[in-house]
């Protein structure tokens, strides 16, 4: 069996992680350390640098996830810093800055960055598409997902109970990450 080290403190993350990758063989164990998270505007580039960082620094194999959320009409705003843009707006100075604008188009990007002590990070990622709503509602999840309706639903990300926004993520950026970890073996 693999076994791989996913750094972070929630464990709901993990349990999605281990959800995704049980028909693969894979067991995901939890770690929690501090990383830097370099100011950066690809998503890419700040999980992998937070992986190499984690993997050097345990002198194992790890995973790192990150996320951001772009908006399409605003030229892919907040990217990275969506963590920090729940923290400063609220949903309805976000739609503020959508009057106007028709193209309400918007998606998470889900980055799964793997690295190994003393080697270069690989990262795969997934996008879950969808809308930004008209008006927030919902009281699941953070700030953003009062405002995001996922592709095939009618209703936002913090409208839908915890086992429905499970089925919601694209977990592509999961199993390319178990095909990288079990080929050729």
């Not at 403190?9 to 830097?36: C, H, M, W, Y």
């Amino acid at each position: 069996m693999i076994k791989i080290t996913f750094i972070t403190g929630n464990p709901k993350k993990v349990q999605s992680a281990q959800a995704a990758l049980d028909r693969f063989g894979i067991k995901v164990l939890q770690e929690k350390i501090d990383t830097p998270e370099i100011q950066e505007r690809d998503i890419k580039k700040v999980a992998e640098y937070s992986a190499k960082f984690a993997a050097d620094s345990l002198k194992k194999g790890v995973v790192k996830v990150d996320v951001g959320f772009e908006i399409e009409a605003l030229n892919g705003f907040p990217g990275p810093f969506s963590k920090f843009i729940n923290e400063w707006l609220m949903p309805e100075k976000i739609l503020k800055l959508l009057d106007g604008e028709k193209n309400r188009s918007a998606k998470f990007i889900d980055v799964v960055a793997y690295c190994e002590p003393n080697k270069e990070s690989i990262s795969f990622v997934a996008e879950t598409k969808g809308v930004i709503a008209t008006a927030p509602s919902g009281e699941n999840g953070w700030g953003i997902d009062k405002l995001f309706i996922p592709r095939g639903y009618k209703v936002t990300l913090a409208s839908l109970p915890d086992e429905e926004r499970v089925k919601v993520w694209n977990t592509e950026h999961w199993q390319n990450l178990a095909q990288y970890l079990t080929k050729g073996k």
